[in-house]
């Protein structure tokens, strides 16, 4: 792994979160102190839990089924990344301000860990959207993203066991998906999952149109799911990613080993049974799973 990856730590808790030290380092403390509005819509997840796709379904409910201008615009324009310039570290876009500066009501992506993000959001009480998903798939999400986008040349094995010890980027996951489990009953929270996603899509767009004060008839809650599904948002310039991979793979001077990679991948639930991991990672994936403060 690259050693400029360090744990970040926060004064008052003395939690830590895996993040590119010298670059995070730059955004936290503008992050910590930046403006919150109660109109502002966060999309909040761990890496590879489908925030995407979720951002894209809220960005729609949101904007009154505005297809035309999601088509238009790009989803990371619409709907930005407030700390890249902390994952990618030689971007050189400001994110904290562009994020800050957008039209009301704004749209903003976060990875970070609750206690990271700015101490208004727990005043002010915007829109939260968090997204959950199997950590083992997740795992092996994050094991492809890595290989094909950052430049991981490690074995799955390997990146699996630093995914359970906490060192991959944004790590812990536990804590991560625990903290705003704790906090999903505030009105102003939605706590979703991937999986509910892929087996009951037209119930998770009515509770988040209803959580974001939104009514649509059955036929335009039926466009929005084939809008979101798999097959037309990889053929979606708009929210495929496939510019911004190929703009990661430059500027980590990678190319994916000529391997066509897709951001929108599998898309399926249990993918982590695919990669056929040994009998000893498999027990570890089991033990992990297990764990008393991962049951819920
Ligand atoms: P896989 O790598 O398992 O396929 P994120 O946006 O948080 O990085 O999450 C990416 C994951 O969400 C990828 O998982 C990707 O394929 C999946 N995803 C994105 N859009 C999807 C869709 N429309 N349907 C199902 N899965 C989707």
Not at 6 to 31: H, P, Q
Not at 99 to 119: A, G, M, T
Not at 235 to 240: D, E, F, L, R, T
Request: proline share 4%; glycine share 4%.
């Amino acid at each position: 792994f690259d050693h400029s990856i360090v744990s970040l730590k926060n004064d008052k808790s003395g939690r830590s979160c895996v993040m590119i030290n010298k670059y995070m380092d730059l955004f936290a403390e503008r992050v910590k102190n930046m403006k919150v509005f109660d109109d502002d819509v966060w999309v909040i997840s761990f890496p590879k839990c489908g925030t995407t796709w979720c951002q894209e379904m809220v960005w729609l409910i949101n904007n009154d089924l505005d297809y035309e201008s999601a088509l238009e615009t790009n989803l990371n324009v619409r709907f930005p990344f407030l700390e890249l310039n902390g994952v990618l570290n030689k971007f050189n876009g400001d994110s904290v301000g562009i994020c800050e500066n957008q039209s009301r009501p704004r749209h903003i992506k976060s990875h970070l860990p609750i206690f990271l993000l700015p101490h208004e959001m727990f005043d002010v009480n915007p829109k939260i959207i968090y997204i959950a998903r199997n950590p083992l798939d997740v795992a092996t999400s994050f094991f492809h993203h890595y290989t094909h986008i950052v430049g991981y040349e490690g074995t799955r094995e390997d990146f699996v066991e630093a995914f359970l010890s906490n060192q991959v980027i944004y790590a812990p996951f536990n804590e991560h998906v625990l903290d705003f489990w704790k906090i999903r009953t505030k009105p102003n929270v939605l706590f979703l999952f991937y999986e509910d996603m892929k087996r009951k899509m037209p119930n998770v767009v009515k509770e988040t149109m209803t959580f974001l004060g939104k009514k649509f008839s059955n036929d335009q809650i039926n466009k929005l799911c084939e809008h979101l599904s798999i097959k037309s948002m990889r053929a979606n310039a708009s929210c495929n990613n496939i510019s911004l991979v190929e703009m990661a793979q430059k500027l980590n001077g990678k190319s994916s080993n000529n391997i066509k990679f897709q951001f929108i991948r599998k898309g399926e639930i249990g993918t982590f049974k695919d990669e056929k991991f040994g009998e000893k990672i498999s027990a570890k994936l089991d033990a992990f799973i297990k764990q008393p403060s991962l049951i819920i």
